[in-house]
């Protein structure tokens, strides 16, 4: 059984645990099993990820949740916004009053990306082509 000293940790630390001396590498073990994993093991579990995600599902999956979810939150969030617009002074030297701009931002629409072609044609773009055709793999937005 493992002892925890006051000294180090401070009141409330001086507790004995059973199965303390089962606990290895930050695993707690059940009697009879190996802490140990093959080097075999290892490969099949990130060939099992990559069978069930993909290679580049990460970043698909990042992109899609930055342009359904995180770009709408920043919008609500500075919806508001006030432009403060000086006029010029009339020809007496008075300043005219200040013109005051409130603009609020409402529903965020992201439109899918596409390129107007040589053709005169509007085709949605794949981030795979525009990688391909060095591209930037932008779209318009509207608020």
């Known amino acids: 059984m493992a002892s925890y000293g006051t000294d180090a940790y401070g009141a409330g630390y001086g507790a004995t645990y059973e199965n303390d001396d089962n606990y290895e590498n930050g695993y707690d073990l059940q009697d009879g099993e190996d802490a140990s994993i093959a080097p075999e093991d290892t490969w099949d579990v990130i060939s099992a990820y990559f069978d069930s995600k993909g290679l580049v599902s990460q970043q698909i999956d990042s992109f899609n949740e930055f342009t359904e979810t995180t770009i709408r939150a920043l919008i609500e969030e500075y919806s508001n916004l006030t432009l403060d617009h000086p006029n010029p ?9 200040l ?6 931002f409402g529903n965020t629409l992201i439109s899918r990306p596409a390129i107007t072609e040589a053709t005169g044609e509007t085709v949605s773009l794949l981030p795979y082509e525009c990688r391909d055709r060095n591209l930037t793999y932008s779209a318009p937005m509207s608020a």
């Not at 002074?89 to 009053?97: C, E, L, S, W």
């Not at 013109?99 to 609020?104: F, G, M, S, V």
């Open 89 to 97: 002074g009339d020809d007496q030297g008075r300043d005219i009053a």
């Open 99 to 104: 013109r005051r701009y409130d603009i609020k």
